[in-house]
């Protein structure tokens, strides 16, 4: 009877240990991901952008268009990912906002 309790209590301490190792990893692993999303948000990171296609919208901020960029992105590592970027595009700048272009 003695032993099956040790057996257990050991059980128990163990699986205890093993899910707080499995937790501090988990929220240190978390906690890396944010800082670097934070020196992101901060920094900015390089990327190049290819115009898919722009489409304007009803809005206008002093008398600049809103349009939408639908952009193909890709990151310095590689990574290629696609997004819609709504923006207040001055009007003198239109023209470098076509369709190809990169940036």
């Not at 819609?84 to 001055?90: D, L, Y």
Request: aromatic share 2%; proline share 3%.
């Amino acid at each position: 009877m003695t032993t099956i309790i040790v057996v257990i209590v050991i059980c128990s301490l163990l699986t205890a240990s093993l899910t707080i190792t499995f937790a501090l990893r988990t929220l240190r692993t978390q906690k890396q991901k944010q800082s670097q999303r934070r020196t992101i948000l901060v920094e900015g990171t390089s990327a190049q952008a290819v115009i898919n296609s722009i489409q304007q919208t009803n809005g206008r901020m002093d008398d600049n268009p809103e349009v939408l960029l639908d952009l193909t992105v890709t990151k310095q590592d590689g990574h290629v990912l696609q997004t819609v970027v709504k923006t207040v595009i001055p009007i003198v700048h239109i023209p470098a906002f076509q369709k190809g272009n990169t940036g």
